[in-house]
């Protein structure tokens, strides 16, 4: 069993952060556990507050897992302070940790700054040295690379940009262009592109929480970065094509389509 850790915040919706990284971790046969970074007050509609987790305490929860566990693999999604992001790179750092996956969450869907503006240098300094696989959309690849993206050439060029701060690989992903959907993965040397075909759905709230962990939980599985990525792409546009209208809002991802469908639990079979 490999043991895979998601240090992130708490949605209350169950839709996304922490509670949506257990749950595709469980749907990929990996053994989940977390450091929670903040409790935000959220649902379909927005988030409405957010309580951060004092530092020490964050401490103790990476002391905790590492100072017992072998951890085969981190992703790692809303940290809203600087203090939070350095305490974080300095626990990852002390324990060597491996296969860690970068999600820079800086907005919700709903327009909540998720990442404090000031915090946006800190965690581009320590924690994008750090990562296997980062996996910025579209404003947070203009965010953190000081570009406007418009077309397919744009978001190669913000993603060798973004390779150039110290992440191995780069998912850029292109959920935000009208024309497509294009992703695009940079190792230093090449891009790949990779397509699916758009989905006409607005229930995608966790999909970025989702697929980074989704990721994560491969390369803990042993594959590379590059089939990581590639069964994570094809894992969450199954969850994102089953969705559910759950709220009034834009609903969750269906993290356990396939299994449910194995074990004849769905209402259509």
């Known amino acids: ?34 450091v929670i970074t903040a409790v935000t007050a959220q649902n379909t509609q927005g988030v409405f507050a957010v309580q951060d987790i004092d530092v020490a ?33 300095n626990g990852l750092k002390k324990y060597n940790a491996q296969n860690i996956v970068v999600d820079p969450v800086m907005i919700s869907k709903s327009g909540y700054y998720l990442l404090q503006p000031e915090a946006v240098e800190a965690l581009i300094s320590y924690l994008l040295p750090l990562a296997s696989v980062v996996t910025p959309n579209i404003p947070e690849a203009e965010e953190i690379s000081g570009l406007k993206i418009h077309s397919l ?31 695009i993965l ?41 089939e990581a990525v590639s069964k994570g792409k094809e894992y969450i546009h199954t969850a994102i094509e089953h969705s559910f209208a759950i709220g009034k809002g834009v609903g969750p991802v269906h993290h356990f389509y396939n299994l449910y469908k194995g074990a004849g639990m769905l209402n259509d079979e």
Not at 157 to 171: C, D, M, R, S, T
Not at 210 to 225: C, E, H, M, P, V
Request: aromatic residues 6%; glycine residues 10%.
């Open 186 to 226: 940079f190792d230093g040397e090449s891009y790949q592109h990779l397509s699916t075909p758009r989905i006409a759905t607005q229930n995608t709230h966790g999909t970025g929480c989702t697929l980074s962990a989704a990721i994560a939980a491969n390369l803990a599985r042993g594959y590379s970065a590059q």
């Open 57 to 89: 305490v964050i401490d103790k929860q990476i002391e905790a897992i590492f100072d017992d566990i072998t951890v085969d693999a981190v992703k790692i999604g809303m940290v809203s302070r600087t203090e939070t992001i350095k305490a974080i790179a």
């Open 153 to 183: 050439k744009d978001m190669e060029e913000a993603a060798k940009f973004i390779h150039q701060l110290g992440p191995k690989y780069v998912l850029l992903k292109g959920g935000h262009r009208e024309d497509d959907a294009t992703d």
């Open 1 to 34: 069993m490999k043991k895979v850790l998601t240090i992130a915040g708490s949605d209350s919706s169950g839709g996304a952060g922490i509670q949506a990284d257990l749950k595709a971790f469980s749907a990929h046969g990996v053994f989940g556990m977390s």
